[in-house]
């Protein structure tokens, strides 16, 4: 498309999509590719519509980028529109002054704001922006605006041009944009001189505005500036029809004033979720390429995210809260998605069944298009059910009965938080033959008949009236901020004198999950003489077996119910079980519904009915469900491996050779002694040789596997000596074995009481030194005790580990000496 008008033309485009949206009438919308074509039964569950005018004033009081700041405004109300079956309009004015010239202008005609309708206003919207003296005049015509306003809205809808849905009258709302206050002095059809005409064109308002009242049309004043007549803006918004979309504060229409242009488009748009009971949050701001947030809450059921782009270069993406880039038309597990106005100032996307949770935004543009802050914000609203039960199901005239509701989803998930609910208003009214319709208010605070404060059911007591005589009809009325009801109605019949057959039902409070199970009781008394059958059904949820639920739609829940009969025998009481089926795809969290019981002779008049008080919960994981047995595993795992390794401890234990002294002898003498250290004995194994230097006594010495002599000890303990690579034979503790020439004697080992670290060094003569060997070759003490082996093999009386060292002759006797331990 190639854009030829000015900027605010580009956003004025987009604003007016946004504003085509919810409150239209039973249109069959176009089908958006992906989703099918609304039917009748999803229109009247969705958000209900709205026909209404942006009016926009044009004057010449209007600097260029005051009226780029209307257009923006208007494209942001239109694009946040949350129905496709609402009408808009948009319509600029002024003044006729002369020849030639018209008050108003009509920008878009009276369109459904359907996918095709949303294209029209894309391109419609677009003239806004142009102002020409030629065919308006300078001043400001409040009366003319409000009078094409009004004519354009009480239009008879045609085919598929929206209006009420099921005889509910479609609210008319007007839009009315100004930065000034009645100029009409130049404006000659108001009289003959500037002062006539000013006192005329004020009478003319008052008629007007009175025209709308009478038509139903609310007239919602925004002004900003300073040049603002307040007062004139507050007659306006009190003059127009006064009724509200429900009894929320602020839904009565009200005049704001903005401070300044800049601020007008987030004034709208919240002025405008007012006047259709949405609720909008805002988000973060910031200039591209940035990750934008906006926060939809979970008791949501409409929604459109709304991204004020300016430049229409602006590209955007948009990720749902569990991170997913999600579609800009179709469907995507239990959502549906459009997005308009991709090539206009304001970008939207309209969301059915939005996921709660944070959204990203990501808005990106080519470069020298990314210098003005871009901002985002979700217009959204609860469309909630309201499920009833009345105690007794049919009461007799004259009668108290409790009436209690719950509100859920269209998924059939109950709303449990009461912080979602702040501020709801509940209402009952009571309808049928005999009577005028009577109303009570219900509450959640805990006081009798309510059970408990802040659960989410709201509780009251209505008197039957006397009159009451045949068909009855309840209906429930909610209304807080963001939040509708679909005022689904429940019907009964009164009770007349004692009846010949009454039930109760019970229905455990359990929770289970998807696929499984719940289990009930219905008891029944038949005072009568014949059989009578009952018939068990379920309602607001979606039937796997046929029962008689009535919800609908992706994502609902899932239930059935088996028995659907039961057979009362005559005269008699009898107790039959039943059981709820909750199917595989229900959502997650506490269960819709109600389970009902009626007699199949006349099924108009319900025995009892009962909530089902059942939470859905995930299956759980493997780990969840299997770690108690995981548990129990490792640790019989780790007592064997415990008990294996004090085996296996034990075993080393017995086969250590540690602390095993080797004595080698000749003589009966003591050459050398060597003693097996922690670590030196791997797999119960030592080995040694016996060491012969030309000059000097034969030494004992390790050697590494495979040496010429083994020492080893088997797992009963014994002492096994293999020498010259021989053949293995038992060795007793302190008996000699022929070594070559000399004797080899093992001693048992002593464990000592401190590990004393020991250095090999050379072997000299120290006397007076602890360890020093004497010329004899016998290791003396220190303190007078033997060494080991000295005389025979004494035993001394220190830790000391003694180990053989190198040989040295330091007197030239050819004697060696040698000691070892510490100083």
């Not at 359907?114 to 030629?134: H, K, T």
């Not at 009478?203 to 049309?217: I, M, S, T, Y």
């Not at 008197?463 to 009801?485: E, F, H, N, T």
């Not at 039959?576 to 819709?592: M, N, Q, R, W």
Request: glycine share 14%; hydrophobic share 35%.
């Amino acid at each position: 498309m190639q854009w030829r008008h000015p900027r605010s033309a580009l956003f004025l485009a987009g604003a007016l999509l946004a504003l085509s949206g919810p409150f239209g009438g039973p249109a069959a919308a176009a089908p958006v590719a992906g989703v099918p074509r609304t039917t009748a039964s999803e229109a009247s569950d969705g958000p209900d519509p709205i026909d209404f005018a942006v009016v926009v004033d044009q004057s010449a009081s209007l600097a260029d980028k005051d009226l780029v700041r209307e257009t923006e405004a208007a494209a942001l109300l239109s694009q946040g529109e949350i129905s496709d079956r609402s009408r808009a309009t948009v319509i600029g004015f002024g003044s006729s002054e002369k020849a030639g010239q018209s008050p108003v202008r009509e920008v878009c005609p009276l369109l459904t704001v359907d996918e095709a309708g949303r294209r029209q206003l894309s391109d419609c919207v677009q003239g806004l922006s142009r102002r020409d003296s030629a065919l308006m005049g300078p001043g400001t015509d409040f009366p003319a605006a409000i009078r094409q306003a009004v004519s354009r809205l009480t239009e008879a809808a045609g085919t598929g041009t929206g209006g009420g849905t099921g005889g509910k009258a479609t609210p008319k709302v007007v839009f009315l944009l100004t930065d000034g206050k009645l100029d009409v002095g130049d404006s000659p059809e108001y009289g003959a001189d500037p002062a006539s005409r000013q006192a005329n064109g004020a009478k003319r308002l008052e008629e007007e505005l009175a025209r709308a009242r009478a038509a139903g049309v609310q007239i919602w004043p925004l002004g900003f500036g300073s040049g603002i007549d307040e007062a004139a803006l507050t007659a306006m918004a009190e003059g127009g029809y006064r009724g509200a979309c429900s009894d929320v504060p602020g839904a009565t229409p009200r005049m704001r004033v903005a401070a300044t242009s800049a601020e007008i488009d987030r004034a709208l748009q919240e002025t405008f979720a007012a006047a259709r009971c949405a609720r909008v949050a805002n988000g973060t701001v910031g200039k591209p390429p940035a990750d934008l947030y906006v926060t939809i809450p979970p008791i949501a059921t409409d929604g459109a995210l709304t991204v004020s782009k300016h430049d229409p270069k602006v590209r955007v993406t948009y990720y749902d809260p569990a991170g997913r880039k999600v579609p800009t038309h179709g469907t995507f597990e239990d959502s549906a998605f459009e997005v308009s106005g991709e090539d206009g100032p304001v970008e939207a996307l309209r969301v059915k069944n939005p996921l709660p949770g944070r959204w990203r935004i990501r808005v990106e543009a080519p470069e020298g298009h990314g210098g003005q802050e871009v901002a985002v914000r979700a217009i959204w609203q609860g469309r909630l059910r309201s499920v009833l039960t009345l105690d007794p199901a049919a009461p007799r005239a004259g009668q108290q009965a409790v009436v209690e509701v719950r509100m859920q989803t269209r998924r059939g998930v109950v709303i449990t938080d009461p912080g979602l609910l702040e501020g709801i208003g509940v209402t009952v009214e009571l309808s049928g033959d005999g009577f005028s319709p009577v109303s009570a208010r219900l509450a959640d605070d805990g006081r009798a008949p309510d059970r408990r404060a802040g659960d989410v059911r709201f509780t009251g007591t209505l008197a039957v009236p006397p009159g009451a005589a045949g068909k009855l009809r309840l209906v429930a009325r909610m209304s807080a901020p963001g939040v509708i009801s679909d005022e689904r109605p429940l019907y009964t019949m009164t009770t007349v004198g004692t009846p010949e057959v009454t039930a109760g039902l019970s229905v455990d409070r359990d929770s289970v999950h998807p696929g499984g199970t719940v289990h009930g009781t219905v008891s029944v008394t038949n005072n009568g003489t014949a059989p009578r059958t009952l018939r068990l059904s379920l309602t607001d949820g979606t039937a796997t077996d046929g029962s008689g639920t009535d919800g609908s739609g992706a994502g609902a829940a899932q239930l059935g119910i088996s028995p659907v009969t039961v057979v009362a025998p005559p005269g008699k009481q009898t107790s039959v079980a039943f059981t709820v089926t909750v199917g595989k795809g229900t959502p997650l969290g506490e269960l819709g519904g109600r389970v009902a019981v009626v007699d199949a002779a006349d099924p108009d008049r319900p025995l009892d009915t009962a909530f089902l008080d059942v939470t859905v919960t995930p299956w759980p994981t493997w780990w969840e469900q299997y770690w108690p047995y995981v548990a129990g595993g490792a640790a019989a795992l780790a007592l064997l491996g415990a008990f294996a390794g004090v085996r296996l401890a034990a075993r080393r234990r017995r086969r250590a050779l540690a602390g095993t002294r080797l004595e080698l002898r000749r003589d009966g003498r003591t050459l050398d002694t060597l003693t097996i250290r922690a670590g030196q004995s791997a797999g119960g194994e030592f080995h040694f040789t016996v060491d012969e230097v030309r000059g000097a006594a034969p030494t004992l010495r390790r050697a590494r596997a495979g040496g010429a002599h083994r020492l080893r000890r088997n797992g009963a303990g014994e002492l096994l000596l293999r020498l010259n690579r021989g053949r293995e034979e038992p060795v007793r503790v302190g008996e000699a074995v022929a070594v070559d020439d000399c004797e080899l004697v093992v001693q048992g080992a002593r464990p000592p009481a401190r590990t004393a670290r020991t250095t090999r060094t050379a072997r000299t003569r120290l006397p007076g030194f602890l360890g020093a060997r004497s010329r004899t070759g016998a290791r003396t003490r220190a303190d007078g005790g033997s060494g080991p082996g000295a005389g025979g093999g004494g035993t001394g009386g220190d830790d000391t580990t003694w180990q053989p060292g190198p040989a040295l002759d330091t007197d030239g006797t050819g004697t060696r000496g040698t000691w070892n331990g510490d100083f």
